[in-house]
């Protein structure tokens, strides 16, 4: 799969209300993701008005402080059996 870009996760505008991540596209809208679907593995931002994707370099230890500041604790993994 090939991407725009790669973005750090620290260039992205995050918004605790919506728990949702995001960056400017060069169509006009912006690239988008989830902190949960972070959480989960994703690292791919899509943009809903065109096609572009963007590759969000971040470390899962990352996502703590924005858990935090949107006033939320991480989802706990599954148990594999």
Do not use: N, W
């Amino acid at each position: 799969m090939s991407t725009y870009d790669q973005i750090e996760i620290e260039d992205m505008t995050f918004h605790p209300e919506s728990q949702l991540f995001t960056y400017p596209c060069p169509c006009g809208d912006r690239f988008e993701i989830l902190i949960d679907d972070m959480f989960d593995g994703e690292k791919i931002a899509v943009c809903p008005s065109c096609s572009l994707m963007i590759d969000v370099i971040f470390e899962p230890e990352d996502l703590e402080e924005y858990y935090t500041e949107a006033g939320i604790t991480p989802p706990q993994p599954l148990p594999v059996s």
